[in-house]
């Protein structure tokens, strides 16, 4: 059946999101046109993906947000409002880090241009081709839940930081400059058998089975700086 937001699609290979890709993954969507709206949601449902759909930027902001991959379709024209420049106000949301696909039947290049500069993932001009939308969407959701992932991923050598002594960490900042046991016991004032004792505990509290992993791992958040 031909979409009531696309032309008729042509053949080839679909690109599908397997159900592990589209699990807990949220696709939100902001057009004040009711049929572009409804039929875009059934489009995206039909893949597997969650939807949930606004008529206003207000009311997107209002509802709950569900946690997981997200992105978000948008309209640059809305009543009374510029798809632009609610944009803008998405960071200040905490919504910042959200892929963006716009849609449009007014699209030119300058409004093409400043909708990838202010970070935009994709912008597609109406009426698009569902497969289009599709491939926009999987790739969006994709690019988001690895930004998740490293977040996550941050987020847990922080607590592993957290739960070191502050003489474990001032051990691990000599480590990292790569400090024998020896030469950490003396520049702390401390025996050599206790500076080890204090390396080996810091070292499986930041579950870093080398020197160049911790490195690595206090540079991510940001305790030691990257080498020039």
């Keep these: 059946m031909q979409s009531l ?6 053949t080839g290979h679909a690109v599908v999101p397997t159900p592990d890709v589209a699990a807990r993954r949220t696709v939100y969507i902001v057009d004040d046109e009711d049929l572009i709206r ?3 949601a059934s489009l995206l449902r039909s893949m597997g993906l969650e939807t949930r759909d606004f008529a206003t930027t207000s009311a997107f902001l209002a509802a709950p947000k ?3 991959a997200a ?4 309209d640059v024209r809305l009543r009374g409002e510029s798809g632009l420049a609610f944009q803008q106000t998405l960071a200040s949301r905490g919504l910042g880090a959200m892929p963006v696909i ?9 409004m093409t241009v400043r909708a990838m500069k202010a970070g935009a993932r994709d912008f597609l001009e109406k009426p698009f081709r569902d497969q289009d939308m599709i491939d926009a969407v999987v790739a969006a959701l994709e690019a988001d839940a690895r930004r998740l992932a490293v977040d996550r991923a941050l987020d ?3 607590g592993c930081w957290a739960s070191l002594t502050p003489r474990e960490r001032e051990v691990l900042g000599h480590v990292a400059t790569g400090r024998m046991n020896k030469q950490i016991a003396g520049e702390m004032g401390i025996a050599e058998i206790t500076a080890k004792i204090h ?3 810091a070292m499986r509290k930041m579950r870093s ?4 992993e911790l490195v690595r791992k206090m540079q991510a958040i940001g305790v030691i700086r990257e080498a020039a």
């Design 5 to 10: 937001i696309s032309p008729p699609a042509r």
């Design 38 to 40: 409804t039929s875009l």
């Design 66 to 68: 569900n946690p997981g």
């Design 71 to 74: 992105c978000l379709v948008l």
């Design 102 to 110: 716009f849609m449009s039947g007014h699209g030119d290049v300058p």
């Design 156 to 158: 847990d050598v922080r």
């Design 199 to 201: 390396r080996g505990q």
């Design 209 to 212: 089975r080398s020197v160049a």
